[in-house]
């Protein structure tokens, strides 16, 4: 055969080989599956790695991600049990487990799962009231979870989280919260500064009742310090054995001193000498006993 007529033939078989291969070969990447249907039927489903598939047999779907997705949904309208209106957006997390359920299960997947979600909303949050809204917010979050998790089992979906984004009371209920917050705010305040001015007075009591303890101390200690000088005087002045003379001149100047003072009435005594008599006395009671009154002692023992 003719070389010119076998060229195109084999350049034709060739492409039509490098088509067919194309048609029967799918790479697969991690973390997605293929569905594969032979004659408008599920046949199977391709995994991760080189696959291949009967070309004009077989059909295969688009690629369908298994990794966990995030759907954000836009604010809705939601009503409290005592009839106030928020907008309430929410946030899915979810991942597709069952690729054959997700393509069979349920017409438009994403869509069923945006209008699931508003309306499990509505019905959790029309239970609450606008304060356990506003603090329950874990709480709504699980029970949606549950719920939808439970509701999307046959279209292949897990759902894993599902989260509260933003909630919006009407404009005249928030500026009421922020009143309120303001009001407790300063109620703290007033408190704190309460309690600061309490604790310094009795900081100040007990540092004034120390201080009065502290002196009176220090005054006993000065009037036992005084006495102990003035017995201590006395017995010096015993123990120098005084003359009449110096007894009275010292007479004169305690009675001077008594003047001087502070004293409203003074007693004085009509003879003066008789503070002579006084020092006498004292000192004959203070001074030591001599060797012969001793002696004397002890003859009268014997």
Not at 158 to 172: F, G, H, S, T
Request: hydrophobic fraction near 45%; glycine fraction near 4%.
């Amino acid at each position: 055969m003719n070389l010119e007529i076998l060229l195109p033939i084999i350049l034709v078989v060739g492409a039509a080989v490098a088509v067919i291969l194309a048609m029967s070969i799918r790479i697969v990447k991690q973390g997605t599956a293929i569905i594969v249907e032979r004659f408008g039927k599920y046949h199977r489903t391709l995994g991760t790695g080189l696959r291949f598939i009967v070309p004009f047999i077989d059909r295969a779907l688009p690629m369908i991600s298994l990794k966990e997705q995030v759907a954000d949904f836009k604010p809705q309208p939601v009503i409290t049990k005592d009839n106030v209106t928020m907008q309430i957006d929410s946030v899915v997390f979810f991942q597709i487990v069952d690729p054959k359920l997700y393509t069979y299960g349920i017409e438009r997947p994403m869509l069923a799962i945006e209008n699931l979600t508003a309306t499990t909303l509505r019905n959790i949050v029309g239970e609450l009231e606008l304060d356990e809204t506003l603090s329950s917010r874990d709480t709504v979050n699980t029970k949606m979870r549950e719920i939808i998790d439970t509701a999307t089992d046959p279209w292949g979906i897990k759902v894993n989280r599902v989260e509260l984004k933003n909630i919006l009371p009407p404009a005249a209920i928030q500026e009421s919260m922020e009143k309120q917050m303001r009001a407790e705010r300063e109620r703290r305040e007033n408190i704190l500064l309460a309690e600061g001015e309490k604790r310094s007075k009795i900081l100040v009591a007990e540092g004034e009742k120390e201080a009065e303890i502290l002196r009176a101390e220090a005054r006993k200690i000065a009037l036992l310090t005084e006495a102990e000088g003035q017995k201590c005087a006395i017995q010096k002045i015993m123990e120098a054995k005084p003359d009449a003379a110096y007894l009275t001149l010292q007479g004169y100047e305690a009675l001077k001193v008594m003047a001087d003072g502070e004293a409203t009435k003074i007693i004085v005594p009509n003879d003066l000498a008789n503070v002579a008599s006084l020092f006498t006395s004292i000192k004959e009671t203070l001074a030591p006993v001599t060797g012969t009154e001793k002696k004397t002692t002890k003859t009268k023992q014997k």
